[in-house]
């Protein structure tokens, strides 16, 4: 009889360490803790050890109880805390995305220097209607750059262009009022309706 040999197979799948009995402020704020919610709902620390990386005038790194953090993270007032913080995070990304469409409609305004073509002496209301084509046709230019603006963004960025024209026209050409009517109203994407399921 031939002799059966058996291998056995070593797992090696890799053993997660143990939780640790403290978390540092780093630890926290990866758990979702900001440093005004640190400092209401914890605002001592359970111990202290020196930083690993010890620098000048480096202070402590504070150091919390694990089973502590949990029980406030379970509590209402951790909860408030952490819908005020996600507001607030909010208003600061709707902040920083309406000053970077300021930026890009003054460069656009900016880059907006309409030659009039025609002679002076010749200039008529007509006229006026081309330099509208002109806003218009320069807007399209600029339109890919704007994906990231609301509809209402985008209709800053076209009246400024119009403004900005009807000055120009108006000191280019003294004597020829400028239209009347305001600025065109950019359409607003079509909703798209919900598909219906075949046989409804």
């Known amino acids: 009889m031939g002799v059966q040999r058996f291998m056995m197979v070593v797992d090696q799948t890799p053993v997660p360490a143990p939780p640790t009995k403290y978390l540092t402020t780093h630890a926290l704020k990866e758990r979702g803790w900001t440093v005004t919610m640190i400092a209401a709902l914890l605002p001592r620390p359970d111990a202290a050890r020196t930083a690993y990386v010890r620098l000048p005038g480096s202070a402590l790194v504070k150091l919390y109880l694990r089973t502590r953090v949990e029980e406030v993270e379970l509590s209402e007032e951790f909860l408030i805390y952490q819908e005020k913080a996600a507001k607030a995070k909010l208003r600061r990304g709707c902040a920083v995305r309406t000053a970077q469409h300021q930026v890009l409609l003054k460069r656009c305004v900016q880059h907006f220097r309409p030659t009039y073509t025609w002679p002076e002496r010749w200039c008529q209301r007509s006229d006026w209607q081309l330099s509208l084509v002109d806003v218009r046709a320069f807007y399209d230019r600029w339109e890919p750059k704007f994906t990231a603006m609301g509809h209402t963004a985008r209709q800053r960025v076209l009246d400024a262009l119009h403004e900005k024209n009807r000055r120009l026209f108006s000191k280019r050409f003294p004597g020829v009022p400028p239209g009347p009517q305001r600025a065109p ?10 598909s219906t399921p075949y046989g409804l």
């Open 185 to 194: 109203k950019l359409k607003k994407p079509a909703v798209k309706s919900p």
